[in-house]
């Protein structure tokens, strides 16, 4: 059984403060939750006040990003080693909006994969396709190679610790959610090429996410979908009693 993974992704939002004033609203509302993992991803400045305010609690604190480096000259860069010397011990990568905005690389994922694994930091890495590439029939084609160069020299031992979040690009803050039969369709596309790439134990045991303008009026239709493992939300998860509905679906 692969335990579903409910994550919030607070983007550039929310102050060491408020992210605090978060927490005392949030975690009362889901203590004693342990059918899904829960975590939260707060900025950077936010992250060790996160980290420590959830410290006893049944939920997670991660990272947005990450350099794949332990040091150098590389200034607004955090390292993995900086992250785990707070308790971080999840992270996202290659989200589409540092793909669309920061020229993120298919090289700089798989060199930020690999160094999370390397730190035993849980990588939670997003793929996703654009309005154009669906409209154009190339989902499965966008899909494959995002995942393919994301796994690049990564053996099935190693990617026992990752987990994936299927964001179609045209569904990110737009209010569009795609549908329940779209998703799990891609989640399918994902999970086979992750048997090609690392066989099918590692596959079936991979966690596959939905991310894409989840709200608690479609969160019970996406979980009931066979190959949806979770959801990484984003604008729902910044309010507590909507990102605790979320987690509370039945």
């Not at 590439?133 to 190679?145: I, N, S």
């Not at 990752?162 to 998703?183: D, H, N, Q, R, V």
């Not at 949806?228 to 909507?242: C, K, R, W, Y």
Request: proline share 5%.
């Amino acid at each position: 059984m692969r335990k579903p993974f409910i994550a919030g992704n607070w983007k550039m939002y929310k102050t060491p403060k408020e992210s605090l004033a978060f927490l005392d609203a949030f975690l009362p509302l889901v203590e004693g939750h342990t059918r899904d993992e829960i975590a939260l991803f707060p900025t950077t400045t936010s992250l060790s006040a996160v980290i420590d305010g959830l410290h006893g609690s049944n939920v997670r604190g991660g990272a947005q990003n990450m350099h794949w480096l332990n040091e150098g000259p590389y200034t607004g860069q955090t390292s993995p080693t900086m992250l785990v010397s707070i308790g971080c011990r999840h992270v996202i990568l290659g989200h589409s909006e540092q793909r669309l905005y920061f020229n993120e690389t298919y090289e700089r994922v798989n060199l930020k994969l690999k160094a999370a694994i390397n730190h035993g930091i849980t990588p939670i890495v997003c793929v996703g396709e654009l309005l154009a590439e669906r409209e154009d029939q190339k989902t499965e084609e966008v899909l494959r190679t995002q995942l393919r160069a994301a796994l690049r020299n990564i053996s099935p031992s190693e990617a026992r610790r990752l987990i994936i979040a299927y964001e179609p690009i045209w569904a990110i803050g737009t209010g569009s959610t795609a549908s329940p039969e779209i998703a799990a369709q891609a989640h399918a596309i994902l999970r086979h090429e992750l048997t090609h790439c690392c066989g099918e134990a590692t596959a079936d045991n991979t966690r596959i996410l939905y991310g894409g303008s989840v709200k608690p009026e479609n969160i019970n239709e996406l979980m009931a979908q066979e190959q949806i493992d979770g959801v990484l939300v984003g604008g729902a998860s910044l309010v507590p009693t909507t990102f605790a509905n979320i987690v509370q679906y039945t």
